[in-house]
């Protein structure tokens, strides 16, 4: 039966002859990320962008094999000369998926098939149907490795912890070590995943593992970090005798090979490879000859063995590396270095423009650790599209507590910390390895900024860094270590903020032949695979250079250095020429004028709604694709320009005229979710306009807001329909985006049905039913993302109590009662409501350097409007007295001040909802979803003195919802107070995988002053 599935899947899959065995020049010079001999002849290396090289003389020449698809391969295998998988992610925009090409001839034909991973990591198989896969896990595929027995036509789960990030794997046998970020291991018998109990995560993360004949088990990884296990051992162990002292702050490990007791272990940079010879008991430095960084290596009982890694650099030896051989790459490096302290500030036009379309080679590093690690995996991707050759990130620096980075005592005080009191050498010392390592000809950090000072550490750090890395004399001791010479940068520059003009300039709509599309095109195409709260509408880069040599040219950053294509920084020309230069040039004409109309439109000088009316011959000799990225890009624009309306209009129309297009799935989840949400589908009801009012402490009368000041500032908002719009007409109007909500949840399920699947989705979609009356449908998608680990199991899980009495209730349920005077607003909470209300107390969590204190919030209502209040403890001094001002503005800027946002979801979707944010000086910012144009009326009063600082709200029923909540219906509620550089107290609030307190909601109970039984 076995055989048969497998013939089955030779014969449907997706195949294709490797006919074209050149390498286009992006491809030459891939990143490789695994090797693999077979036997002392034949020898395969794979890597990003569907490169595959093959050997068939020991390593000592390599000849390029076509695989089927650009896919970003990470592992490989092979029984036998001629059969063979490789393990790859997928590189389509917007997909985070697995793909697995098997060949039965020695990669003359592959066949493609889908893995249900993301992240792929590791295969192994074991005989032609019998294999395994290791990657990131799934809300499906918990444990995150899968195992087929039909030669991978179907995969199941293999049962063990849930797990989001597994790195590497090493196999003996059908039993492996899986280990991660966070320093994770685990164990897999054959049968199941086994992890040691009590593990307490850090900093590093293992990126190799090896099991050698003798079982002797090795894991390596970031801070020349190296464990070993004995054979018959469970614990683990650092070497007996350990590394040089000082290694792990110019070294991280990246992969590793082990035969019997010998091991062999490579990382960054790839200038020394460390050796034992005795498991560890001895130490010996063998030289590469070059110095780019080396992801595996390979190793046979002869002493035959190969490396490979950064910019297609393959490395070889026969006597067990006493002498390695430079095979492919050398004299290759950098033109430019892109180092920076978070991935949203990284300039991807540049990037797309001089390394996608004119080849400079190039790479982002961060300097700190992203709190979620998949999204600078995410953006990793992301600048591989756009032709760098990826991101990568040290281990040490994080900035865990919210805001960190505008309080230069409190960050400087963190990061001493993480690096034992030595920040300024620590800093210093990995960008002037990083230098040497990479030999870029140009620098790139961010600006400094006053309300960043992540950035000028890193400026400050790397101008000094360019200084030892060109002095042989400096660095004294990791040059030692690590044998890499001196190296001059000849220009740096600093990427300015929006507003600022500078040397060089990226503009959006700037058009790249050989990408065929506009740089914001590209640009949105690559970032497609961000969360949408990650993606951004990229409107330009302006860089500025601070160091060099030489006329700074707006060409570009590496214009003028006489950097040649084909030459050691520079990509050769390839075979690319244009097929159509008129049309082209046609298309290049028709994008720099929609441009200059989005600017107008942007500055008041045209409305968005002309530009659309003549967006159609706009696209009119563009391709399909090119037409679709288009109006994607605008409706990003539009989105982040808060003109919601018009970027749903474009959205529709990329659905209705291109049905295939890449970003379709994306539409159609934005689309979901704003139809979905019935925040959303109330905001869109209402017809008239009228300006805000929001007052500080000073009231006229009981609870009777005075009026705004003369010189604040108003601008339109919506407000609820009166006799204008009949009730009936507006409930038909409701039920007939919720059925155009079902029809685009549909249309997701057909075209993605992993996204459709996901958590987030799901929860939506059961709201939707819910309110369509068919709770037993949403009742069975609770159940099952209750079972499922993450962020969303909590709201799942308190929904299912919802509608089954009986059970132990939510942790976080709020009795909000009908009063019948309504408070004053004066921050004083002495009003009856206030006392006869429970306390809401906000709970640190895991803000270790938080305590518990008097820090609550409370919530009441009345027949008109909802009541918030709150009584917080102070943290820290703010600089500031707390007093209302008299003079308000809508979506004030609150970054760096102690504020508390509440999250108000009325239909309990826990995606979309209603957040207002308060400050404590009374500044109030509003949103309905990621959308600012929502302005309610709201009344504000706050009160302060030196213990604490407290706040009443007071909001309309009819700016959240059509009506009145009535006695046993639930809302959802989420408080999350944001002490910058400290830490967050909550209520109702539940981690996000970055470990904020932005996901999940409590139960909002409303009652008539009495008892009631929930209802739904």
């Known amino acids: 039966m076995k055989l048969l599935c497998l013939a089955v899947i030779l014969c449907t899959a997706a195949t294709v002859t490797a006919a074209d065995q050149s390498a286009a020049p992006e491809q030459d010079d891939a990143d490789l990320h695994a090797v693999l001999q077979i036997g002392s002849k034949i020898s395969w290396a794979v890597g990003d962008r569907g490169t595959a090289w093959r050997s068939g003389d020991g390593g000592q020449s390599w000849s390029f ?5 650009r896919a970003a391969c990470r592992s490989v295998c092979f029984l036998t000369a001629r059969v063979g998988w490789i393990a790859a992610e997928s590189t389509q925009p917007g997909q985070r998926s697995g793909v697995l090409l098997a060949t039965r001839d020695g990669g003359a034909h592959w066949q493609r098939s889908e893995i249900p991973l993301s992240n792929v990591c590791h295969v192994q198989f074991f005989d032609l149907a019998h294999g395994v896969v290791v990657g990131a896990g799934t809300d499906e595929f918990l444990s995150g ?14 049962p063990g912890p849930a797990s989001r990030d597994w790195r590497c794997a090493a196999f003996s046998g059908t039993s492996a070590v899986v280990a991660g970020s966070g320093t994770r291991v685990a164990n897999f018998d054959g049968q199941a995943i086994i992890e040691p109990i009590g593990h307490i995560p850090g900093r590093r993360t293992w990126h190799g593992a090896a099991q050698s004949g003798k079982g002797i088990a090795w894991l390596v990884g970031d801070g020349a970090a190296v464990l070993s296990r004995p054979n018959g051992r469970s614990a683990w162990a650092t070497p007996v005798t350990p590394l040089p002292s000082g290694l792990g702050d110019s070294v991280d490990f990246g ?51 190969i490396s490979v890694g950064a910019l297609g650099v393959i490395v070889a030896t026969t006597d067990g590396g006493r002498h390695w051989t430079i095979r492919r790459g050398q004299g290759r490096r950098l ?28 790479r982002g590093y961060l ?16 600048l591989k599209q756009l032709g760098a050759q990826g991101l990568d990130h040290g281990w040490r620096l994080s900035t865990r507590t919210p805001e960190l980075e505008r309080n230069e005592m409190e960050l400087l005080r963190t990061w001493q910390s993480q690096t034992e009191g030595r920040l300024p050498e620590v800093l210093t010392g990995r960008f002037t390895g990083l230098i040497r390592t990479w030999r870029p000809s140009v620098v790139v950090v961010d600006a400094a900024d006053p309300d960043n000072h992540v950035n000028g550490l890193i400026r400050t750090a790397v101008a000094t860094a360019i200084d030892d890395a060109a002095d042989s004399t400096r660095w004294a001791v990791a040059s030692a270590l690590t044998g890499l010479p001196a190296w001059t940068s000849r220009r740096a520059f600093e990427s300015l903020p929006a507003g600022q003009s500078g040397d060089v300039h990226v503009r959006p709509f700037e058009y790249l032949f050989r990408q065929k599309g506009p740089v914001a095109a590209v640009v949105a195409r690559a970032v497609l695979s961000l969360p949408e709260a990650e993606r951004r509408a990229w409107r330009g880069d302006r860089l500025k250079r601070f160091l060099g040599e030489g006329r700074a040219d707006a060409k570009g950053v590496c214009a003028g250095l006489g950097l040649a294509r084909g030459s050691h920084a520079r990509r050769g020309p390839g075979r690319w020429q244009p097929s159509d230069s008129s049309r082209l040039q046609a298309v290049a004409a028709q994008n720099r004028a929609i441009g200059a109309f989005l600017q107008l439109s942007e500055t008041g000088g045209r409305s968005s709604e002309s530009l659309l009316a003549e967006l159609r011959p706009m696209l009119s000799r563009m391709t399909d694709r090119q037409a679709g990225w288009t109006i994607w890009t605008l409706a990003e624009r539009f989105r982040l320009n808060q003109q919601s309306a018009l970027s749903t209009r474009l959205l529709s129309q990329l659905l209705r005229e291109f049905p295939g297009h890449e970003a379709n799935t994306q539409a159609l989840e934005r689309l979901f979710k704003e139809a979905a949400s019935k925040e959303k589908r109330w905001q869109r009801l209402k017809l008239s306009t009228k300006s805000i009012r929001v007052v500080g402490s000073a009231t006229t009368g009981r609870g009777k807001p005075s009026q705004p000041s003369p010189t604040r500032t108003s601008r339109p908002i919506n407000i609820p329909p009166k006799a204008t719009r009949p009730v009936d007409q507006q409930a038909r109007d409701s039920a007939a985006e919720m059925q155009q909500a079902v029809s685009w949840a549909s249309q997701l399920q057909r075209r993605d049905p992993a996204r459709y699947r996901s958590a987030n989705i799901q929860l939506a979609l059961a709201s939707l039913l819910r309110s369509r009356g068919s709770p037993a449908l949403a009742d069975a998608i609770y159940r099952r993302v209750s079972q499922l680990p993450g962020p969303w199991q909590s709201a799942a899980k308190q929904e299912s109590w919802l509608s089954t009495p009986g059970i132990l209730p939510p942790a976080h349920v709020a009795a909000c009662k009908l009063s019948a ?21 906000l709970d640190p969590g895991s803000s270790r350097r938080l305590q518990p204190d008097h820090s609550f919030a409370m919530v009441a209502a009345d027949s008109e409007h909802l009541y918030l209040s709150a009584s917080l403890f102070r943290r820290y001094r703010t600089g500031e007295r707390t007093v209302a001002r008299a003079s308000r503005r809508f979506d004030e800027t609150q970054s760096g001040i102690d504020r508390v946002t509440f999250f108000i979801d009325t239909d309990r979707d826990y995606t979309l909802g209603y957040q207002l944010t308060v400050d404590h000086r009374g500044l109030v910012s509003e949103r309905c979803g990621a959308d600012h144009s929502w302005n309610p009326r709201c009344f504000v009063a706050v009160a302060g003195d030196q213990q604490s600082w407290r706040l009443e709200l007071a909001i309309p029923w009819t700016e959240l919802a059509s009506s009145q909540p009535r006695a046993g219906q639930h809302w959802g509620l989420r408080i999350v107070r944001t002490i910058p550089s400290h830490g967050w107290e909550t209520w109702g609030a539940v981690a996000n995988t970055a470990g ?4 999940g909601a409590g139960l909002l109970s409303f009652l008539d002053g009495s008892p009631a039984r929930s209802s739904r």
């Open 65 to 69: 094999v076509t695989l089927p698809e």
């Open 145 to 158: 490795l899968i195992e087929t027995d039909d030669g991978g036509a179907n995969w199941r789960s293999i």
């Open 255 to 305: 992969g590793i090979a082990a035969v019997g007791d010998r091991a062999w272990i490579v990382g960054t940079p790839g200038s020394i490879i460390w050796h034992t010879p005795d498991g560890g008991r001895n130490w010996q430095r063998q030289t590469t000859g070059q110095p780019i960084p080396l992801h595996a290596i390979t190793m046979n009982e002869a002493g035959h063995g």
């Open 335 to 362: 033109a430019t270095l892109l180092i920076h302290g978070a991935t949203r500030s990284i300039p991807l036009g540049l990037v797309a423009r001089d390394s996608g379309e004119a080849g400079y080679r190039s």
């Open 367 to 382: 300097a700190v650790r992203s709190n979620d690690l998949q999204q600078t995996l995410d953006m990793s991707r992301a």
């Open 821 to 841: 005077r309504r408070p004053t607003l004066d921050a004083l909470l002495s009003e009856t409501c206030w006392q006869r209300t429970s306390e809401l107390p």
């Open 996 to 999: 904020e307190p932005l996901a």
